[in-house]
């Protein structure tokens, strides 16, 4: 009885193990054809997932049997989702990431007009106004980058 239960537990953990399979394939842009390195893919609603290396290339080892939807994400490209099913054998699923377009809002970049002034009261603060203070000098006051407010006087 004792060598039929360990048949019985060595056919399981055979049968276990042929039942899990290799998921492998690349990431590439979807307009350019390049591979995409570093690329995250995974297995959703499930903790399987990797990266892929230089040449876009992944795999997912030890899959068990079952349906899966696959994701593929980059930074800077949508999200792409499909369908998977996991028989017996490894799967060989290439996927192409289509880039997303992002539109960042307009920046205007302006001199502060108060430069001066605000300079200014920095080294009455910072230095002072004693004898002693008036013999400072900063060597490099275009480093000093001054945000006063002063509707807070700060």
Known sequence: MLVLRILL????CVLSAAAQVTIS???RDSLTHQP??????FLANTT???TTDAQGHYALAGVPAGRYELAATYVGYRLKQRPLVVADRNELVDVSLPPAAQ???EVVVR???HRAADYQRFLELFLGTST???QCRV???DAVQIDYDPERNV
């Open 103 to 105: 539109q960042l809002a």
């Open 36 to 41: 995409l390195p570093f690329a995250s893919v």
């Open 9 to 12: 537990l060595n056919l399981l």
């Open 111 to 113: 001199p502060n007009p």
């Open 132 to 134: 002693l203070a008036k």
């Open 48 to 50: 399987r997932g990797a």
């Open 25 to 27: 394939g690349t990431v």
């Open 139 to 141: 060597r490099n006051p």
